[in-house]
């Protein structure tokens, strides 16, 4: 069954507590089939945004996008899609505006190609990250300009059948750190260490120049499916973390 707008409907109201994180997944493609009806979910200005791509796949899938956040902000503030308004950051990152604030609920998305993860919280920051694996690429070169030394030492040492996987996991573990932390806060790559050998369990190894950084906050792997790496990141411990597909939506109408 293919999964469309008009299919997706969220009976009850989301609910979140505050010792968790929820994520959700879809594939922006089988949603894109439906743009005319997340298109009537957009803002004026998210509708001018969608209309100045130049290429219609990546219009589609950013009207599905914005179309599937809004429809899930919406559920978990109780309001109408509609009525979502987002404040942006310096670099075009949406966030509920004031008008909201008071409902502590932070959230963070991110895409690759058709893969889209969006992940919710009740007042504790949040980061998300996806990213296709690609192989044309010089890993250890890339490696060299963005990783800390212990990440290069802990890449270089795996086969090199690993590398591309080990290089994925490592990025996605660092950007979603990254925007978990914040925007306004530069924070170079180097500065900190995660795990990145496949099978290994996903951790916020070290923090510089405060070592006792790391311990406030969680990391995990996400599964976002074949030639994906994905993780995410939330300030606090002994949370927990639940994922759905949005098909599952589609299909049970929860």
């Not at 030394?149 to 795996?158: P, Q, V």
């Amino acid at each position: 069954m293919t999964p469309t707008a008009s299919m997706f409907r969220i009976r009850t109201p989301l609910r979140l507590a505050e010792d968790e994180a929820q994520v959700w997944q879809a594939d922006l493609d089988a949603l894109a089939r439906s743009e005319t009806q997340w298109l009537n979910l957009l803002s004026r200005d998210e509708q001018d945004r969608a209309g100045r791509f130049r290429f219609p796949i990546h219009r589609q899938r950013f009207t599905a996008g914005r179309g599937l956040l809004r429809t899930l902000l919406g559920s978990y503030l109780n309001i109408d899609p509609r009525e979502v308004i987002f404040r942006y950051s310096e670099k075009d990152k949406p966030r509920l505006a004031d008008l909201f604030a008071k409902s502590s609920l932070q959230f963070n998305l991110s895409h690759s190609d058709n893969v889209i993860l969006l992940g919710f919280t009740l007042g504790r920051d949040i980061g998300v990250d996806v990213e296709k694996l690609r192989v044309n690429f010089n890993v250890l070169e890339i490696a060299e300009r963005f990783f800390s030394e212990s990440e290069r030492n802990a890449l270089a040492a795996l086969p090199l059948s690993q590398h591309h996987q080990a290089f994925f996991n490592c990025w996605t573990r660092k950007e979603a750190f990254v925007k978990a932390v914040g925007e306004g806060l530069s924070l170079p790559l180097d500065q900190f260490d995660v795990s990145l050998a496949p099978g290994q369990s996903a951790e916020l190894l070290a923090t510089r120049p405060d070592p006792g950084e790391a311990a406030r906050w969680s990391l995990w792997a996400l599964d976002a499916g074949p030639g994906c790496a994905a993780a995410v990141v939330v300030r606090g411990s002994n949370l927990r973390i639940l994922t759905a597909p949005v098909l599952s939506i589609m299909e049970h109408g929860l």
